[in-house]
């Protein structure tokens, strides 16, 4: 089993529709986790980091259920400029790596 | 620009070449870490430093592989006898070094073994 996991993708949405991604995370020791934002062949550059308590950014929701070992990310009113892949990403802080899942790639559609 | 840079972005080699790349740190981060990504995967770590000092390796990291940050500035990383199982996306980050700190991503070295 992967340590993080995510919903292989893609996902083809329409602009304005909402679109939520999901991730597990294997290790209940992990201590912080964000959603970072990749877009192609560029570097992945943090999107938000992701809270116990749930955290909105805009159009951008992030949730945490540490009992369940899972995040997830909410895009609402989705622009087409938000094509891109979005990696889920676990920090050990105990040794400051950062485990990352292996993407969802979202394409919004005009 | 006071983001991270990496040098060169792109590599073409032979297979059995040696390759070295280098990274250089926005300026006050004390740590930088390297990782490989291929396509359709997210990022591995590869290792990391604090300062000068190298303080996680990765089993990735096979002993065909160097990384070095002499002064605690700008890293290395050296592939000995490259192979076509390496080519992928190189990238560097680095950070503050403040617990648990965002870490800036640099472009990237993309290699390519042939």
């Known amino acids: 089993r992967k340590e993080v996991e995510q919903d292989p993708g893609p996902f083809n949405v329409p602009e304005g529709a909402t679109v939520a991604f999901n991730c597990t995370y294997s290790n209940s020791a992990s201590q912080s986790f964000f959603w970072y934002r990749q877009d192609c062949r560029k570097e992945p550059k943090l999107l938000m980091s992701v809270y116990s308590s749930g955290n909105e950014d805009g159009r951008f929701t992030a949730q945490l259920n540490r009992a369940s070992q899972y995040i997830s990310l909410l895009i609402r009113d989705s622009k087409l400029s938000d094509s891109a892949t979005y990696l889920c990403?676990?920090?050990?802080?105990?040794?400051?790596?950062?485990?990352w899942g292996a993407g969802t790639k979202l394409i919004i559609k005009p | 620009d006071t983001g991270v840079s990496q040098d060169p972005r792109h590599k073409i080699t032979k297979r059995g070449q040696n390759v070295t790349f280098r990274c250089d740190p926005i300026s006050e981060h004390n740590r930088l870490y390297w990782y490989r990504q291929t396509l359709g995967q997210g990022p591995e770590f590869l290792t990391y430093f604090q300062n000068e000092a190298q303080l996680e390796k990765s089993r990735l990291l096979s002993d065909r592989f160097s990384a070095e940050r002499p002064k605690g500035s700008f890293s290395t990383l050296e592939i000995q006898r490259t192979e076509q199982g390496d080519s992928a996306m190189y990238l560097c980050?680095?950070?503050?070094?403040?617990?648990?700190?965002?870490?800036?991503f640099g472009p990237g070295t993309r290699l390519t073994v042939t």
């Open positions: 980050a680095s950070s503050l070094g403040l617990g648990d700190d965002e870490q800036y």
């Open positions: 990403v676990v920090n050990m802080v105990s040794n400051y790596q950062l485990i």
